[in-house]
T-cell receptor
């Protein structure tokens, strides 16, 4: 299965600033996704990162707040913009090569906004 | 929209006891996947079930997919401290492309 390198692993940011999280997959994958996970909670899908086109966002998430890029089949970024303490969470990217395969997750980015 | 409910939310067991977590979907699923997340770690794919009534085993873990393809279970026989973590089911609806819906997870704690 694919291996995902996600960075940074953690960061402490000032409110009002932006942070870009990167995910690099070691092989080409069909699908890439971005999730948010509060400690002790389940995973909430933010968006599907589409290669060469705009991401598809879930209800409650908007492009201005969470711009996503996916320039090719192995790389994606998520930016958390104009951060507030409510954005403090763990952000995870994941990748899949199709419905016959499980998702592979990056190691996560633990974001704290102060 | 689709909902995936998972129970129990937490389970404490003595090492050697069995453990089961249950997953129920509000809609029929194309397949269901199970993941394990160790404390401080990220979710790791365990298995995928596709067929109605399917049963799969991985050593002490037994996974079942219901006949109606709306529910699933994970049973661990004779738990060990290495089983500690949160177990998530994730359902893929019949008509939702590749987007999984994750259950709330069951956090398993094992007392040695």
């Amino acid at each position: 299965s694919a291996v995902i390198s996600q960075k940074p692993s953690r960061d402490i940011c000032q409110r009002g600033t932006s942070l870009t999280i990167q995910c690099q997959v070691d092989s080409q994958v069909t699908m890439m996704f971005w999730y948010r996970q509060q400690p002790g909670q389940s995973l909430t899908l933010i968006a599907t990162a589409n290669q060469g086109s705009e991401a598809t966002y879930e209800s409650g998430f908007v492009i201005d707040k969470f711009p996503i890029s996916r320039p090719n089949l192995t790389f994606s970024t998520l930016t958390v913009s104009n951060m507030s303490p409510e954005d403090s969470s763990i952000y995870l990217c994941s990748a899949s090569s199709g419905t016959a395969y499980g998702y592979t997750f990056g190691s996560g980015t633990r974001l704290t906004v102060v | 929209g689709q909902q995936v409910m998972q129970i129990p939310q937490y389970q404490h067991v003595q090492e050697g006891e069995d453990f089961t977590t249950y997953c129920n979907s509000s809609t029929t699923l194309s397949n269901i996947q199970w993941y394990k997340q160790r404390p401080g770690g990220h979710p790791v794919f365990l298995i995928q079930l596709v067929k109605s009534g399917e049963v799969k085993k991985q050593k002490r873990l037994t996974f079942q997919f219901g006949e109606a393809k709306k529910n699933s279970s994970l049973h661990i026989t004779a738990t060990q401290t290495t089983d500690v973590g949160t177990y998530f089911c994730a359902g893929l609806p019949n008509n939702a492309g590749n987007m999984l819906t994750f259950g709330g997870g069951t956090r398993l704690m094992v007392k040695p």
